[in-house]
């Protein structure tokens, strides 16, 4: 087997055949995303489509416990407390070049997913051309409890499915199951039980295929399995003719809806923020289009005071109280996020 490259620490960079494999590395972390990470990430993806012996591109995850946890917000936080605005904008940019690099990557991109993937790691899962995940992964995109809102292009992903069951899924935060998110169209193949190894082998001597792209497409009907109903998708369904213009009746009906109630507990000016940019992704229709809005859109998020609070709450204290403000959905003020979300 031709196998060479570098371990980078939280990234190993390595070729194997035909394939240029991206390892996340920091398996403690469930792989969350550093900014060092994201930038070598970028540079090893160019690297691999200016490389002729390289034909696919596989993304997978190190440790048990998931493909990747997001990104960095604790980082982004303290940049913030620091009045380093900028520099946390900066980070998001970073990331965001990076989603936009592999959602134009001319070359088969292939992840192999795990665990948790959540946040930034459905930035790098969802964007690949094959998206294989093994039983129990469960994915999440939980930006509204920390006062943000989903982002790294998820919105474009999911802009093609329906609006109701999209925006259920963004608002409220819930992580979901294989089921759902093939529904949602986060994943392409549920893998069976103890295949992962077998798969991973295929999807390298994929990369020897004389069209590596077909055989990837072969691949994922070879080995999908029946991943059951979506529940929490069905639960969605009834919310269908809802006024979804509206976010106060959107998150009110949401908090009211079996599998979603924790959206009462998510902060109201990110729950307003959530609504208008998916609305505005399905106008847009352009995956760099959608990133430019969600980095507008994320860069005031990150001034506002729900961004400091709710890190603190969720992933600093952990005593999962945030003390939001406003607290009151109907309190939330929509100019400054209307003509945001409406610029150019």
């Given at each position: 087997?031709?196998?060479?490259?570098?371990?980078?620490?939280?990234?190993?960079?390595?070729?194997?055949?035909?394939?240029?494999?991206?390892?996340?590395?920091?398996?403690?972390a469930i792989n969350a995303l550093t900014q060092d990470m994201v930038e070598g990430i970028a540079a090893a993806l160019a690297d691999f489509v200016a490389d002729p012996a390289v034909h696919l591109v596989l993304f997978e995850g190190e440790g048990d416990r998931g493909f990747c946890a997001g990104g960095d917000v604790r980082?982004?936080?303290?940049?913030?407390?620091?009045?380093?605005?900028?520099?946390?904008?900066?980070?998001?940019a970073a990331e965001y070049r990076m989603n936009a690099a592999l959602a134009h990557c001319p070359k088969p991109t292939v992840v192999l997913a795990h665990g948790v993937v959540m946040g930034g790691g459905i930035g790098i899962a969802g964007h690949c051309q094959f998206r294989f995940a093994v039983p129990g992964a469960q994915f999440a995109m939980p930006e509204s409890a920390i006062g943000f809102l989903p982002d790294v292009g998820?919105?474009?992903?999911?802009?093609?499915?329906?609006?109701?069951?999209?925006?259920?899924?963004?608002?409220?935060g819930v992580p979901v199951g294989l089921a759902d998110a093939l529904a949602l169209g986060l994943c392409d193949c549920r893998i069976g039980d103890g295949r992962r190894a077998l798969v991973r082998q295929a999807?390298?001597?994929?990369?020897?295929?004389?069209?590596?792209?077909?055989?990837?497409?072969?691949?994922?009907?070879?080995?999908?399995?029946?991943?059951?109903?979506?529940?929490?998708?069905?639960?969605?369904?009834?919310?269908?003719?809802?006024?979804w213009s509206n976010p106060a009746i959107a998150a009110a009906a949401l908090a009211a809806t079996a599998g979603?109630?924790?959206?009462?507990?998510?902060?109201?000016?990110?729950?307003?923020?959530?609504?208008?940019?998916?609305?505005?992704?399905?106008?847009?229709?352009?995956?760099?289009?959608?990133?430019a809005l969600e980095?507008?859109?994320?860069?005031?998020?990150?001034?506002q005071p729900d961004f400091v609070e709710g890190v603190r709450a969720v992933l600093i204290d952990k005593d999962h109280a945030p003390r939001w403000s406003p607290l009151h959905i109907d309190q939330v003020d929509r100019t400054t996020i209307d003509r945001i979300v409406s610029t150019p």
């Open positions: 087997m031709d196998m060479h490259g570098a371990d980078a620490g939280d990234l190993i960079i390595v070729r194997e055949g035909g394939a240029g494999v991206i390892r996340l590395n920091r398996p403690k980082a982004m936080r303290s940049l913030v407390l620091e009045d380093e605005i900028e520099a946390a904008g900066d980070y998001l998820a919105n474009f992903i999911l802009a093609q499915a329906p609006r109701h069951r999209s925006l259920a899924f963004l608002m409220s999807i390298i001597a994929a990369a020897s295929a004389p069209d590596p792209a077909r055989a990837l497409s072969h691949l994922v009907a070879a080995e999908t399995t029946e991943a059951g109903p979506p529940a929490l998708m069905l639960a969605a369904d009834a919310l269908l003719d809802l006024d979603f109630e924790v959206t009462a507990r998510r902060s109201p000016t990110s729950l307003v923020a959530t609504l208008l940019v998916q609305l505005a992704a399905r106008r847009l229709g352009t995956i760099d289009a959608v990133l980095w507008r859109v994320g860069h005031w998020l990150v001034t």
